[in-house]
């Protein structure tokens, strides 16, 4: 298997219930862990494993993370997937920017996670067109979401793992559904049910910064890593 280039998607849309009041005037993706943006992490992160073209979905308050990175940041060029007139959720999102992902594998994060996984070793071709980053099953998701059969994602298991929102997908999988809005998880059923997904199991830095809570948290270990 030899490294190719890919282009990242940062799903950052979604309007952060759970961390209200924080993000009713800042999108969650903008809150700073460590004196710097979610987002901004992540840009780094992918910056320095070598992607340079980002495509990153916008919703609830777009306006302000267009504002905050413009169209660079650093050595990633980036792509706005606008959702402003209605959120897709993630499969139709994914559907929404297939233009501005072109052909072939991309790397997939989510906007709302606090990691240190290092994306470089996603940069490999796979027989399979999908690959899935799982992790131990944090407190607030004891039951996880799938297995892990060698290298291949299965849907059931004694051990299950939760699905880091850490993935790359090829767009082929994407051509037959329209853009509509759609969540990914049950896509990701049907393609780990017919044997097209490989997985790994991550047990580095990763949170969820879902709640102001678990904000704090990663604020609390970045301050005292």
Avoid at 89 to 98: Q, S
Avoid at 104 to 124: E, H, K, M, R, Y
Avoid at 131 to 140: G, I
Avoid at 199 to 223: C, F, H, I, M, N
Wanted: aromatic share 6%; charged share 20%; with cysteine.
């Amino acid at each position: 298997m030899g490294t190719i280039a890919m282009r990242a998607m940062i799903l950052a849309a979604g309007r952060g219930e759970r961390l209200r009041p924080l993000t009713d005037h800042t999108p969650k993706p903008l809150l700073e862990v460590g004196g710097k943006a979610l987002i901004v992490h992540h840009l780094e992160a992918l910056a320095a494993a070598g992607i340079r073209e980002v495509v990153i979905n916008i919703g609830h308050l777009g306006g302000a993370i267009v504002a905050a990175l413009g169209d660079n940041h650093g050595a990633c060029r980036i792509h706005y997937s606008d959702e402003r007139d209605g959120i897709l959720e993630t499969g139709g999102a994914i559907v929404h920017a297939l233009p501005l992902l072109g052909d072939g594998p991309f790397l997939l994060v989510n906007a709302d996670i606090f990691t240190d996984f290092p994306w470089a070793s996603l940069l490999q071709s796979d027989d399979r067109p999908a690959h899935l980053v799982l992790v131990p099953n944090p407190p607030q998701h004891p039951q996880g979401d799938f297995a892990l059969s060698g290298a291949r994602v299965a849907l059931d298991a004694e051990h299950r793992h939760t699905y880091a929102g850490i993935a790359r997908l090829h767009t082929d999988l994407f051509h037959a559904y329209p853009a509509l809005r759609a969540p990914l998880a049950p896509w990701l059923r049907q393609w780990i049910a017919a044997g097209q997904v490989s997985g790994s199991l991550y047990r580095g830095t990763w949170l969820d910064v879902g709640t102001a809570e678990r904000l704090q948290a990663a604020r609390a270990w970045y301050t005292e890593k």
